[in-house]
C-alpha cells in the first residue's frame, strides 16, 4: 500500500511527462527552411528563366499542336462521377504538347514530357483535363519545385552544372521519380501512342451521391508506340506533328479515359507518389476520345487549360502543387498575351 506521500510524488512525475508529452504534440513543427513559400509568380517566372525567357511562349509545355476531337461516354462513367463533362458526349478542343518552355525544343530530346490537355463537356458543364506522360510529378511541395528549376537552370556563362542538380537530387530523392519512370521507358514515338496521367488524386462523386479519390490515366487504343536510340536518331526535331497529322489523314486516333479507384490509406497528397500497385488497380472506364484533326493554333492559344476548371461530380485535389497550377496558369496567358 503506498503513502499518500508517495502516491502525490507519482501523481507529480506523470503530470509533469503527460504535460511534456502535450507540448511536443502541440508545438509547431521547426523547419530548417525559414524562407517564404514560393508563389505561383515565383514558379512561372522560374520556368520561363530556365526556358531562356522566350516571348509569346506557354512558361511551359510550351510546344504543341491543337486538335478537334470528339467524347463519347462509356456507361460505366456514371459509377465514378455524375459529372455531365464524363457522363455525356462532347466536341472537345484538345491540345498534344511537348514539356519545356523553349517552343523548338527537340521532339527527340528524352528529358521532355509528352502533355494533353482537353476542354471537355459543354459551356455549362466544362471540366479541364491536364495530362502527361508520368503518373508523378517532379516535386512534393513548392518549395521543392522551386529548387528542381533552379537546380536545372543555366548560370550567367548560360552553362549547366551538372553537380547542382545531382546535389539536388541526393537531397531529394522523391523529386528523381519523375525522372526515373520516363528514364526506364524508350522515347514516345507519337502522341497518338502515349500513356497520359492526370497525377493528382481527384474527389470523384458518383450517380448514387457517393465520394471517392481517383487517379485520370489516358491509355491510346493504338498501343504504346516507341523509338529506340537508333530511330530516334533518324528523326527530324519536328516530327510529332507530321506523324500526328499522317496518322488522322487515315481516320481518328482513340483514346479510352479511365478512372484509376483508390483504396482504403491512399495518401492523396504527395505527388511525387503513386498508389501501391497503381497498375494493377481497378480502372473503371469514362469514355472515348477520338481525336478527328488538327485545329489552326490560334484555336488553343486565346486561354488556358484550366486545372481548377471542373464541372459538379470532380472535386479539386487537396495538395499543395495543385492548389498553385491555376494562378501559374493564368500569370502565363498574362505574359504571352503581352
Ligand atoms: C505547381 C505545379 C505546376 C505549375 C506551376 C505548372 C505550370 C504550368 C504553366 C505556367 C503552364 C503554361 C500555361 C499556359 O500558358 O497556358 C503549364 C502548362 C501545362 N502543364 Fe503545368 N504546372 C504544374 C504542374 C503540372 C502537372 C502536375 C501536370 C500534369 C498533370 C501539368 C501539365 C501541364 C500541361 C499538359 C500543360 C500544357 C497546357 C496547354 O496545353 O495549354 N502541369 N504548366
Redesign the pocket.
Known amino acids: 500500500m503506498k503513502s499518500v506521500s508517495q502516491r502525490t510524488a507519482m501523481f507529480r512525475r506523470t503530470a509533469s511527462f503527460c504535460a511534456v508529452l502535450a507540448a511536443i504534440v502541440s508545438s509547431p513543427v521547426q523547419s530548417q527552411d525559414t524562407s517564404p513559400k514560393p508563389s505561383?509568380a515565383d514558379?512561372?517566372d522560374a520556368?520561363k528563366t530556365m526556358a531562356g525567357n522566350p516571348p509569346h511562349a506557354?512558361?511551359?509545355?510550351?510546344k504543341?499542336a491543337c486538335v478537334r476531337s470528339h467524347y463519347v461516354p462509356a456507361a460505366t462513367a456514371g459509377r465514378v462521377t455524375r459529372s455531365k463533362s464524363f457522363t455525356q458526349a462532347s466536341d472537345v478542343l484538345a491540345?498534344f504538347?511537348v514539356?519545356s518552355g523553349n517552343p523548338h525544343v527537340a521532339d527527340t530530346n528524352k528529358g521532355a514530357l509528352r502533355?494533353?490537355?482537353l476542354h471537355l463537356g459543354t459551356e455549362s458543364n466544362r471540366s479541364d483535363l491536364?495530362?502527361?506522360n508520368a503518373p508523378v510529378?517532379f516535386?512534393r511541395d513548392?518549395t521543392q519545385?522551386l529548387a528542381s528549376l533552379k537546380a536545372r537552370t543555366a548560370g550567367p556563362d548560360g552553362k549547366l552544372d551538372p553537380q547542382v542538380f545531382k546535389d539536388f537530387g541526393a537531397a531529394n530523392p522523391e523529386a528523381l521519380n519523375q525522372a526515373h519512370f520516363v528514364g526506364a521507358r524508350q522515347l514516345p514515338g507519337s502522341w497518338a501512342g502515349t500513356f497520359y496521367?492526370?497525377?493528382?488524386a481527384f474527389p470523384a462523386t458518383n450517380n448514387k451521391g457517393e465520394t471517392r479519390f481517383i487517379k485520370f490515366k489516358v491509355v491510346p487504343l493504338a498501343g504504346e508506340i516507341t523509338l529506340n536510340e537508333e530511330e530516334a536518331k533518324t528523326h527530324p526535331n519536328d516530327f510529332l506533328r507530321a506523324d500526328l497529322a499522317q496518322r488522322l489523314s487515315s481516320g481518328p486516333v482513340r483514346f479510352e479515359i479511365l478512372a484509376i479507384l483508390d483504396q482504403p490509406g491512399d495518401q492523396v497528397m504527395d505527388?511525387t507518389q503513386r498508389w501501391t500497385d497503381e497498375d494493377k488497380r481497378e480502372t473503371v472506364r469514362l469514355g472515348t476520345l477520338s481525336i478527328i484533326d488538327l485545329a489552326p493554333d490560334g484555336s488553343?492559344d486565346g486561354d488556358?487549360?484550366n486545372?481548377a476548371r471542373l464541372a459538379d461530380g470532380i472535386g479539386l485535389p487537396k495538395d499543395e502543387?495543385?492548389a498553385?497550377?491555376a494562378p501559374?496558369?493564368a500569370?502565363?496567358?498574362g505574359?504571352?498575351l503581352n
Open positions: 505561383p514558379l512561372v520556368l506557354r512558361a511551359n509545355f510550351a504543341g491540345r504538347s514539356s502533355g494533353l490537355s491536364l495530362l502527361e510529378h516535386a513548392l519545385m496521367w492526370g497525377v493528382h505527388t488553343c488556358i487549360f486545372p502543387i495543385f498553385a497550377r501559374a496558369y500569370i502565363s496567358l505574359k504571352r
